[in-house]
Structure formats: structure tokens, C-alpha cells
T-cell receptor
Framework: RKEVEQDPGPFNVPEGATVAFNCTYS??????FFWYRQDCRKEPKLLMS???SGNEDGRFTAQLNRASQYISLLIRDSKLSDSATYLC???????????FGTGTSLTVIP | EAGVAQSPRYKIIEKRQSVAFWCNPI?????LYWYQQILGQGPKLLIQ????????DSQLPKDRFSAERLKGVDSTLKIQPAKLEDSAVYLC???????????FGDGTRLSIL
């Protein structure tokens, strides 16, 4: 079983829509969680860390559900500039290993 | 703050040739990572350094890949000899803490002919 699994999409949504991505992880010992954004032919860039209590940054909300072992990313009022691949990243403190999901592709349509 | 620097940006070689990539992390970042990202997939960790020591190289194909970070700053990743399946983007990342968020360089896009 993969360490991190994401629905690859693609998600095609109209401008202004709300879209949510989920990511599941297999190891209950995972400690740190992140969402990265990757534009086509560019490097991944940190979008936000995911905290146990959930956190919000503008139109973006990240949540962690340890019982079900998943994290989510909610994007409200989608903009054309949100079109990208969103990568879920999970880390265990033991061994300091980071695991990336395959990414979820989002296209926001005018 | 200067970001992670990588070179070259692009490299095209024939199979069985050798290639080397260079990475300069963000100043002060003790942890450095090399990832391989094949088209359509997420980055896969090849090796992680903490200062000049290797923390994890479990997914590094050691028969052909090698990496070093001799002085705890710059790092090089080498492939010798290259195979067709090595065609990918090689990303370098650094972080100030071993479990902190990582900052990526632009990557080196490697094509094997």
C-alpha cells in the first residue's frame, strides 16, 4: 500500500466554485503534513502546513483527521490562478522521511 | 532570501553516459534532499542529508546513483551509467529543520536518449 494516496483528478471547476481534495496516508505514526502546489514544469512550492486543529489561509482551508488518516484541502472562490497540481506530503519524525502523493490536478475554467 | 539553486536546468545525454547535478541550498539550511520526479508522479526521495551526513538513502539506486555533501553546504548527485528510465526532473530541496517544510530548487530536467 502506498504511503500517501491522492485522487489524481483532473478536477475541472468553474471560477468561483469551491473544491476539496482529500489525501489518505497509511502510517499512523505520521507526524507532519503539508500541501504543496506545483505548476506545470515548475518546482513544488509550499502552500500550507496542516495542523491538528485545522488551519485557514485566505481562501484555503486545511484539515487533518487522524482517526481516519486523511488530510484535506478546501479552496473557496476558485481563481484561474489556482490551476495547478496539489501535492499532499506526509512525514514521520522517525527516519525523517517525507512522502509525496502523486498530486491532484486542478483546472479552473473561466 | 536566495532560494535553492540548482544547475544545470536541462541535460540531455545518451544512455550509459554519466551526468552530475549540483545544488546549493538556502543559507543556513542543515537538511538537504534530492528527489526524482517522473512525469505524472509525485517527487520520490532519493537521499536526505543532515549537514554532511546521510540520514536516508534507502531509495537511492546505489549501483548507479551517488550523492555527496562534503562540507555540509553544496551537494552533487551523480548518475553513472544512465539508463532510459532515469529520464526525470531531479529536484533539490532544503529545510531548516529535519521535519520542517521544504523549499525546492527549479530542478534539472534530464532526458536520456
Amino acid at each position: 500500500r502506498k504511503e500517501v494516496e491522492q485522487d489524481p483528478g483532473p478536477f475541472n471547476v468553474p471560477e468561483g466554485a469551491t473544491v476539496a481534495f482529500n489525501c489518505t496516508y497509511s502510517n499512523s505514526a505520521s507526524q507532519s503534513f503539508f500541501w504543496y502546489r506545483q505548476d506545470c514544469r515548475k518546482e513544488p512550492k509550499l502552500l500550507m502546513s496542516v495542523y491538528s486543529s485545522g488551519n485557514e489561509d485566505g481562501r484555503f482551508t486545511a484539515q487533518l483527521n487522524r482517526a481516519s488518516q486523511y488530510i484535506s484541502l478546501l479552496i473557496r472562490d476558485s481563481k484561474l490562478s489556482d490551476s495547478a497540481t496539489y501535492l499532499c506530503v506526509v512525514s514521520r519524525n522517525t527516519g525523517n522521511q517525507f512522502y509525496f502523493g502523486t498530486g491532484t490536478s486542478l483546472t479552473v475554467i473561466p | 532570501e536566495a532560494g535553492v539553486a540548482q544547475s544545470p536546468r536541462y541535460k540531455i545525454i545518451e544512455k550509459r553516459q554519466s551526468v552530475a547535478f549540483w545544488c546549493n541550498p538556502i543559507s543556513g539550511h542543515a537538511t538537504l534532499y534530492w528527489y526524482q520526479q517522473i512525469l505524472g508522479q509525485g517527487p520520490k526521495l532519493l537521499i536526505q542529508f543532515q549537514n554532511n551526513g546521510v540520514v536516508d538513502d534507502s531509495q537511492l539506486p546505489k549501483d548507479r546513483f551517488s550523492a555527496e555533501r562534503l562540507k555540509g553546504v553544496d551537494s552533487t548527485l551523480k548518475i553513472q551509467p544512465a539508463k532510459l528510465e532515469d529520464s526525470a526532473v531531479y529536484l533539490c530541496a532544503s529545510s531548516s529543520r529535519s521535519v520542517g517544510p521544504q523549499h525546492f530548487g527549479d530542478g534539472t530536467r534530464l532526458s536520456i536518449l
